[in-house]
């Protein structure tokens, strides 16, 4: 007889879903501005600082794909297909859609050319507009993001492959930057529409200059499944709740007094505060996420509330939508008030996700995955 195998049913981890919840609603504050800096000078300092929820997207996603994908026999071409499969169908379908939607609006109002609407929109949808400062936070600003990650996802099968190597995890991630500083030498010389164009462009918005924060999350799924073990966190493992909210808080306090010295209104505009974002805030991550994947906690309890984990699904509409024409017309039509735009914004992401996000990517699934027949003697 045979039996019919996916790669699509996955453990759930409830908390590191309600997780995301905070960190998108963090970054909604950080962008919409919640407080004037005339009224509030040291909040509105700490709140410029709340781009590093991003870290935190970063660890969980490199988390979730290690231990939903990573099997020590291997994979064949049915299963690496369908992986590319499932990418492709979580990311793309609204991505393309929100960004056809933009760049029509764009066009219309007469702020772009149609040749300039196109080039623009063909660099958002294929996400090369990540990967340069002039194009970076055109169409939908924040998928930018998404260009670190997908750099990530097309790696990952070859991860799979070296995660028992020796050493492996140190070699990749040195690797990542040795190929950051070599591209982005060669673009420095051979400039390219804004492609790579400094060092400090590629540590913070590239996979090249964030590869640490991967590595956090790639580490944390191999101890959850075995391959790897680590006595000293067995040892601290009641305790690395209260060292991963520590680390924050020093965390924030370094960018808050990053931003304050060099007058800037980002601490990641400085080197500073980019390695703060890139290497510190990780490692506290790190001990955050561990907590709630060994140790029950009021924390983790109340992140896995059906609420949270409801809300932590349609993040990445939430996400994604946030800075589009959607919030325009919610101030426009709706209210300007920061916190009521705020509850319109997620009750509009939600339905969202329920009625386009959602369908789309379980279509996409049920028609393009590929089954794989194992055959069992009996």
């Given at each position: 007889m045979?039996?019919?195998k996916?790669?699509s ?18 970054i909604?504050?950080?962008?919409t501005g919640?407080?004037?800096k ?8 700490i ?6 929820f991003?870290p ?16 020590p026999?291997g994979y ?5 297909y ?19 939607l ?9 702020i ?5 609407a196109?080039k ?6 294929t996400?090369?507009?990540?990967f340069?400062?002039?194009?970076i ?6 998928s ?6 997908e750099?990530?996802?097309?790696l ?17 991630t040195?690797?990542s930057?040795?190929?950051g500083?070599?591209?982005t ?25 964030r590869?640490f ?12 499944k075995?391959?790897y ?11 690395t ?23 800037v209104e ?9 390695a703060v ?13 561990y907590?709630l994947?060994?140790q ?10 059906r ?5 932590g ?10 800075t589009t024409?959607?919030?325009?017309y919610?101030?426009?039509?709706i ?10 914004m ?17 279509f996409?699934?049920?028609?393009l ?6 055959k069992?003697?009996?």
């Open positions: 045979t039996q019919e996916t790669i049913n996955r453990k759930f981890i409830p908390a590191l879903t309600g997780l995301r919840t905070i960190c998108a609603y963090g909604f504050f950080y962008h919640v407080v004037k005339e009224n509030y000078p040291v909040l509105y300092i709140i410029n600082q709340f781009y590093s991003i935190f997207f970063f660890v969980i996603s490199a988390f979730v794909i290690i231990y939903s994908y990573y099997k026999s064949t071409k049915n299963e690496f369908n992986y590319f499969i499932n990418r492709f169908a979580r990311i793309f379908p609204i991505l393309i859609i929100l960004n056809t933009v760049f029509l609006l764009l066009y219309r109002g007469h772009y050319t149609a040749g300039k196109i623009l929109y063909l660099l958002n949808i996400l090369l507009k990540g340069s400062s002039e194009y936070l055109t169409g939908v600003a924040p930018w993001t998404n260009s670190v990650e750099v990530f996802y097309v990952a099968p070859v991860l799979f492959l070296l995660a028992t190597k020796r050493f492996f995890l140190i070699r990749a040195l690797f930057y040795i190929a500083i070599l591209f030498s060669c673009l420095i010389t051979f400039p390219l529409f804004g492609f790579l164009s400094s060092f400090k462009f590629t540590a913070y918005y590239t996979f090249f200059g590869a924060e991967f590595t956090c999350g790639i580490y944390l799924a191999l101890l959850f075995g391959v073990t680590n006595s000293l966190l067995e040892k601290i493992s009641k305790s709740i209260y060292i991963g909210v520590g680390l924050l808080i020093l965390c924030y306090t370094s960018l808050y007094l990053i931003a304050s010295h060099y007058h980002h601490a990641n505009e400085t080197w500073a505060g980019i974002n890139n290497f510190a805030f990780p490692v506290a991550i790190f001990f955050i996420l907590s994947l060994y029950k906690s009021l924390l983790q309890k109340f992140l896995s509330t609420l949270m984990v409801s809300l699904n349609a993040t990445y509409s939430f996400y994604l939508l946030h024409f959607i919030l325009s919610i101030y426009k039509y209210s300007t008030n920061i916190f009521i735009s705020f509850i319109c997620v009750a509009i992401s939600f339905v969202f996700y329920k009625l386009v996000e959602q369908p789309v990517a379980k996409l699934k049920v028609n995955y590929r089954k794989e027949i194992v069992i003697k009996v």
